[in-house]
């Protein structure tokens, strides 16, 4: 059983087109998130949900709007998609404790690829 | 705002050498402290942790001190093996938000 799955693996679409990415965990965690790794390995986080409620949101376009359906799921949705939008999202998902950081599962990513 | 310095890479090892990769936090307070690994075409999986000032998380061989005083948290490996090819992440969190904030990873090569 694969921990936390995301969909699809590999995205090439053109510029301007809308796209979404689909993230699900099994875990039983409690928080979600998204991060974008760009061509130099950079990781940067993108959007965060407790319990579906949005706790934390970076500075990022407005073109791209998450949605957390239930805490299992986290869907990213990215409207009038640019070449700079090309990256790998990684979905992540974590038990977020009192006082304690228990680190991260992270899907395998998703590579879109903006032609 | 909190943030983490790694060496930069990439690191090129033989088989059996010593490995050392450094890393150093900027936070107030006391974050909790990670190294991730990220093979080759997959996601990024926990390698280890410490979550207190002098613990030391281990894993596969791997170890790191959790230190204060020097605000540092290196990786090291007493022997690496040509499966140990990976990049390497150093990361922090803290808080409730578990907002992970990450260096800039290190590309490790290790040759026959």
């Not at chain 1, 991260?104 to 590579?111: I, K, N």
Request: charged share 20%.
């Amino acid at each position: 059983d694969t921990a936390v799955s995301q969909t699809p693996k590999y995205l090439v679409t053109q510029m301007g087109n809308d796209k979404s990415i689909k993230c699900e965990q099994n875990l039983g965690h409690d928080t979600m998130y998204w991060y974008k790794q760009d061509s130099k390995k950079f990781l940067k986080i993108m959007f965060s949900y407790n319990n579906k409620e949005l706790i934390i949101n970076e500075t990022v376009p407005n073109r791209f709007s998450p949605k957390s359906p239930d805490k299992a799921h986290l869907n990213l949705h990215i409207n009038s998609l640019e070449l700079g939008d090309s990256a790998v999202y990684f979905c992540a998902s974590s038990q977020v404790g009192t006082g304690k950081s228990y680190g991260y599962t992270f899907g395998s990513g998703t590579r879109l690829t903006v032609v | 705002g909190n943030s983490v310095t790694q060496m930069e890479g990439p690191v090129t090892l033989s088989e059996e050498a010593f490995l050392t990769i450094n890393c150093t936090y900027t936070a107030t307070g006391y974050p909790s402290l990670f190294w991730y690994v990220q093979y080759p075409g997959e996601g990024l999986q926990l390698l280890l942790k410490a979550t207190k000032a002098d613990d030391k998380g281990s894993n596969k061989g791997f170890e790191a001190t959790y230190r204060k005083e020097t605000t540092s948290f290196h990786l090291e490996k007493g022997s690496v093996q040509v499966s140990d090819s990976a990049v390497y992440f150093c990361a922090l969190s803290q808080g409730g938000s578990e907002k992970l904030v990450f260096g800039k990873g290190t590309k490790l090569t290790v040759n026959p």
